[in-house]
């Protein structure tokens, strides 16, 4: 053999080791992990939004720290939100607050969670305020449960229970079972 050939077949078998070296390195790696969390379609900070019914009165006013929509679901996160809900006739009369919430426009459902808070906004309304861990109001029907703990304050007593039923263009309000109550006399 002449130094010619010897050089191709070492020029080859230098190719080939070098090949097989990539390959199984590649081979060796870690596969790519691609994340299938949902990323929101936009996010916004320090939101105020005014949502209204088909009459043209105003239904919701709702803000939040930092809010989330993701249009797949048609479900929007909340940070620290606050509900203004406007039953039937049109006035403010409940303020609702959070820790965290979702609106899913498709089902017509806010869901509050941890450290609830439901406050009467005219000072003469029997009752004060509600709070609980967790309630879910349907946007549509104006009607807001809940099966947790629920507390309630009203002029001249305090109540507790554990499930909400209330409905507020009716203007009624139930706790469900295990009802304790304590009433001041004047």
Known sequence: ????????????????????????????????????????????DNLKSVSFDENGKIATRV?????????????????QPIYHIYPDNGDAQWKMSAEQGQLNRTQHKV????????????????????????LELDVSTMIMTSQEQVFMKGSGFHASGIGLY????????????????TYESK
């Open 1 to 44: 053999m002449n130094r010619v050939t010897l050089a191709i077949i070492a020029f080859f078998a230098a190719a080939i080791v070098l090949y097989w070296q990539v390959q199984t390195k590649r081979n060796n790696e870690q596969p790519t992990v691609v994340s299938t969390e949902a990323q929101p379609d936009y996010v916004a």
């Open 63 to 79: 803000s939040a720290t930092h809010m989330e929509h993701f249009a797949d679901t048609d479900t929007t996160v909340f940070e």
């Open 111 to 134: 869901v509050l969670q941890n450290n609830v808070m439901i406050d009467a906004i005219t000072p003469d309304d029997p009752i004060r305020s509600l709070t609980t861990q967790y």
């Open 166 to 181: 209330a409905d507020l263009n009716a203007q009624q309000l139930k706790l469900l079972s295990d009802i304790k109550g």
